[in-house]
């Protein structure tokens, strides 16, 4: 087991109702495995996931220590 940090972003964490949770997750799993574990699809809105403040893909696997944060499209004027 490996322990994270999950950060939840802009619309998101408000659906959530949380900014942010500690977890022990299994070692060996993408940040898409933990997509699925958070039951993240069952939002309308596209997710987006960043490993340790960069963007990364979903097949990125998680390691012990890491940070990641989950947001949906952010758009700016």
């Known amino acids: 087991m490996i322990k ?3 950060i ?3 619309r998101l964490s408000e659906d959530l109702q ?3 949770e500690l977890l022990d997750f299994e070692s060996g799993k993408s ?3 933990l997509y699925d574990y958070l039951d993240l699809g069952k939002f309308s809105y596209p997710i ?3 490993k340790n403040f960069t963007h ?3 097949e990125m696997l998680v390691e012990d220590g890491d940070e990641i944060a ?3 499209t952010i ?3």
Do not use: N, S
């Open 4 to 6: 994270i940090k999950i």
């Open 70 to 72: 989950f947001f949906p």
């Open 48 to 50: 987006y996931a960043a």
């Open 18 to 20: 949380k900014t942010e």
């Open 56 to 58: 990364h893909k979903m």
């Open 75 to 77: 758009t700016g004027g």
């Open 31 to 33: 940040i898409r495995d």
């Open 8 to 10: 939840y972003l802009a």
